[in-house]
Nanobody, 122 residues
């Protein structure tokens, strides 16, 4: 049984930084793409970042480009999202996802975590 467990969320002031982690169990993350999505209050889930299976390609939503960095450590079976220069509009539940290719399309991901709350105060 594959599980993705996110951690690292919390309350942060605008301008601050947080690092989210997504630890996978039940299968290796080697050979699959990983991504982060988020869902803000009253909003639909949206793509944040994705990384290809060997980390050679990374994709970001325009809203986070230059501020967020996705990375992976296949040896630790973990994916990270470093979030800098946080803004109140980054407030959301952040979800980790696993899929065959790095894409912005959420339907292409077949495993999802339960999410971790990030709240950014102004």
């Amino acid at each position: 049984q594959v599980q993705l467990v996110e951690s690292g969320g919390g309350l942060m002031q605008a301008g601050g930084s947080l690092r989210l982690s997504c630890a996978a169990s039940g299968r290796t993350i080697s050979g699959v793409a990983m991504a982060w999505f988020r869902q803000g209050p009253g909003k639909e889930r949206e793509f944040v970042a994705a990384i290809s299976s060997i980390g050679g390609s990374r994709y970001y939503a325009d809203s986070v480009k230059g501020r967020f960095t996705i990375s992976r450590d296949n040896a630790k079976n973990t994916v990270y999202l470093q979030m800098n220069s946080l803004k109140p509009e980054d407030t959301a539940v952040y979800y980790c996802a696993m899929g065959p290719i790095a894409t912005m399309t959420d339907s292409r991901y077949y495993y999802w975590g339960q999410g971790t709350q990030v709240t950014v105060s102004s």
